[in-house]
């Protein structure tokens, strides 16, 4: 029934790089515009990065330049490669249509720390 699941994170330190992975079961992933976004302690979530259906892409100031989000429709899965890390990066990073309207996975966590 998990629609959302989201993977790929783990411990880097500054300026290193990971890749996470979005895959859902749904079948009209291909249709929406999808996004990125994270949930850092004490904070509430925040939208970083979205990819429409055919796409085009926008981001976060704040991860401009270092993120690249991508997505494979044909394999339902969305990516975020993350490059250039910061501590403040740290936090649980979510994936969701572009408007956050599908229930939220587990999300997946990215530890920056030296």
């Known amino acids: 029934q998990v629609q959302l699941v989201e993977s790929g994170g783990g411990l880097v330190q500054p300026g290193g790089s990971l890749r996470l992975s979005c895959t859902t079961s749904?079948?009209?992933?291909?249709?929406?515009?999808m996004g990125w976004y994270r949930q850092a302690p004490g904070k509430q979530r925040e939208w970083i990065a979205s990819?429409?259906?055919?796409?085009?892409?926008n981001y976060a100031d704040s991860v401009k330049g270092r993120f690249t989000i991508a997505r494979d429709n044909a394999k339902d899965t969305m990516y975020l490669q993350m490059n250039s890390l910061k501590p403040e990066d740290t936090a649980v990073y979510y994936c969701?249509?572009?408007?956050?309207?599908?229930?939220w996975g587990q999300g997946t966590q990215v530890t920056v720390s030296s």
């Open positions: 749904r079948t009209d992933f291909r249709f929406n515009a």
């Open positions: 990819i429409s259906s055919g796409g085009s892409t």
């Open positions: 969701n249509t572009a408007r956050g309207y599908w229930v």
